[in-house]
C-alpha cells in the first residue's frame, strides 16, 4: 500500500521520505530558516521532505516547561511554511479540539506514542481525510499497532503511516528493536523510524526536570532502520540543540543533517537495487 502526501509517495518501493524539523514551533524566524535550510538538504540528496514540527507540547517532564508560543500563532507559522517553501507540514494533535484546526494549517496528522490508543482521537484525526502518522507507543508490541490503524481505517481513511520510536527498557532508557519495522509493514501500512525520540533517556535528567538523550546514535539507529527497510525517516532537528526549548538532549544539530542524509541515501538506493 501506498500513501500520498501532494506529491510525495510512501511506500511501494518509493524514495526514503524525510520527516524532518525542531520538536516545538519556537519563533517564526527560526521555523521559517529550518524548514529552507532542510529544504536545501533533502534537494540536494533527492529525498523528498515532509516538514515536522509540534505547535504544542503536552508531554512535559516538568509542569514549568516550555509547551509552545500559543496555538493560533504557531499554526499560522507552520500554514507558513507550506505557502512560502511549498512544504508539506506534519504536527501533533494531543486533544479532540486540536483535530480540526491543525487539520486545516498541516497536511499529516500525528498521534503521539502516548496516545497511540487513544480511540476518539485516532477516529477524529481519521475523519479529517489528512494523512495520519500513529507513533507506536513505548509500551506497545509493533503487532499490536494494527489495532490502533484499525480504528483510522474504520473512519474510511486508509493514508495511514506507522512510526517505530522504541520500546521502555527499564528505566530511563528505550531500545529500538529492528524487527518491529518488518512488523508493522505487514499491516500494510508504510512505516517511518523515529532516530531521534530513540535516543531519548525519558526523565533521566533528575535535576533539570527534563529528559536526556544520547544524540551520537542518532546517525547509527538512523542508518540500520534505513538498511533494514523504512519508507521514511524521522529526524528532529534543530540549529542550536542545547538551547532548544524542548527536547534539546535528543535533537541532532542542523549542520550535520547534510551528512546523515548522505549516508541513509545511499544505503535507501543500495538497499532498493537488491
Given at each position: 500500500?501506498?500513501?500520498?502526501?501532494?506529491?510525495?509517495?510512501?511506500?511501494?518501493?518509493?524514495?526514503?521520505?524525510?520527516?524532518?524539523?525542531?520538536?516545538?514551533?519556537?519563533?517564526?524566524?527560526?521555523?521559517?530558516?529550518?524548514?529552507?535550510?532542510?529544504?536545501?538538504?533533502?534537494?540536494?540528496?533527492?529525498?523528498?521532505?515532509?516538514?515536522?514540527?509540534s505547535f504544542v507540547k503536552a508531554n512535559r517532564t516538568s509542569g514549568r516547561s516550555?509547551?509552545?508560543?500559543?496555538?493560533?500563532?504557531?499554526?499560522?507559522?507552520?500554514?507558513?511554511?507550506?505557502?512560502?517553501?511549498?512544504?508539506?507540514?506534519?504536527?501533533?494533535?494531543?486533544?479532540?479540539?486540536?483535530?480540526?484546526?491543525?487539520?486545516?494549517?498541516?497536511?499529516?496528522?500525528?498521534?503521539?506514542?502516548?496516545?497511540?490508543?487513544?480511540?476518539?482521537?485516532?477516529?477524529?484525526a481519521g475523519r479529517t481525510g489528512k494523512a495520519v502518522n500513529i507513533k507506536k507507543g513505548q509500551f506497545m508490541a509493533p503487532e499490536d499497532m494494527?489495532?490502533?490503524?484499525?480504528?483510522?481505517?474504520?473512519?474510511?481513511?486508509?493514508?495511514?503511516?506507522?512510526?517505530?520510536?522504541?520500546?521502555?527498557?527499564?528505566?530511563?532508557?528505550?531500545?529500538?528493536?529492528?524487527?518491529?519495522?518488518?512488523?508493522?509493514?505487514?499491516?500494510?501500512?508504510?512505516?517511518?523510524?523515529?532516530?531521534?525520540?530513540?535516543?531519548?533517556?525519558?526523565?533521566?535528567?533528575?535535576?533539570?526536570?527534563?529528559?536526556?538523550?544520547?544524540?551520537?546514535?542518532?546517525?547509527?539507529?538512523?542508518?540500520?532502520?534505513?538498511?533494514?527497510?523504512?519508507?521514511?525517516?524521522?529526524?528532529?532537528?534543530?540549529?542550536?540543540?542545547?538551547?532548544?526549548?524542548?527536547?534539546?538532549?535528543?535533537?541532532?544539530?542542523?549542520?550535520?543533517?547534510?551528512?546523515?542524509?548522505?549516508?541513509?541515501?545511499?544505503?535507501?538506493?543500495?538497499?532498493?537495487?537488491?
Amino acid at each position: 500500500m501506498t500513501v500520498t502526501i501532494g506529491d510525495i509517495v510512501l511506500g511501494g518501493g518509493a524514495r526514503l521520505v524525510l520527516f524532518a524539523g525542531p520538536c516545538v514551533v519556537e519563533n517564526r524566524e527560526m521555523i521559517l530558516s529550518t524548514a529552507e535550510a532542510l529544504q536545501g538538504a533533502a534537494e540536494r540528496q533527492g529525498l523528498p521532505l515532509v516538514f515536522k514540527s509540534s505547535f504544542v507540547k503536552a508531554n512535559r517532564t516538568s509542569g514549568r516547561s516550555f509547551t509552545g508560543i500559543g496555538r493560533e500563532e504557531a499554526l499560522r507559522i507552520l500554514d507558513e511554511v507550506r505557502q512560502t517553501c511549498g512544504l508539506p507540514v506534519i504536527t501533533d494533535v494531543h486533544t479532540l479540539e486540536d483535530v480540526a484546526s491543525a487539520a486545516e494549517a498541516v497536511d499529516v496528522l500525528q498521534i503521539p506514542a502516548f496516545l497511540c490508543r487513544q480511540t476518539e482521537l485516532l477516529q477524529a484525526a481519521g475523519r479529517t481525510g489528512k494523512a495520519v502518522n500513529i507513533k507506536k507507543g513505548q509500551f506497545m508490541a509493533p503487532e499490536d499497532m494494527e489495532h490502533a490503524a484499525a480504528k483510522v481505517a474504520e473512519t474510511g481513511n486508509r493514508r495511514i503511516l506507522l512510526t517505530e520510536r522504541g520500546t521502555t527498557f527499564g528505566y530511563h532508557n528505550l531500545v529500538v528493536d529492528m524487527r518491529a519495522l518488518v512488523i508493522m509493514a505487514r499491516t500494510g501500512y508504510p512505516v517511518i523510524l523515529d532516530a531521534t525520540h530513540a535516543v531519548q533517556l525519558p526523565g533521566a535528567d533528575a535535576t533539570q526536570a527534563r529528559s536526556g538523550g544520547e544524540p551520537e546514535f542518532i546517525a547509527p539507529i538512523a542508518r540500520a532502520g534505513v538498511a533494514v527497510g523504512c519508507d521514511g525517516l524521522f529526524v528532529e532537528v534543530h540549529p542550536d540543540p542545547p538551547h532548544a526549548l524542548s527536547d534539546a538532549a535528543s535533537q541532532l544539530a542542523l549542520g550535520q543533517v547534510d551528512d546523515l542524509l548522505e549516508q541513509v541515501a545511499r544505503i535507501d538506493a543500495l538497499r532498493k537495487g537488491w
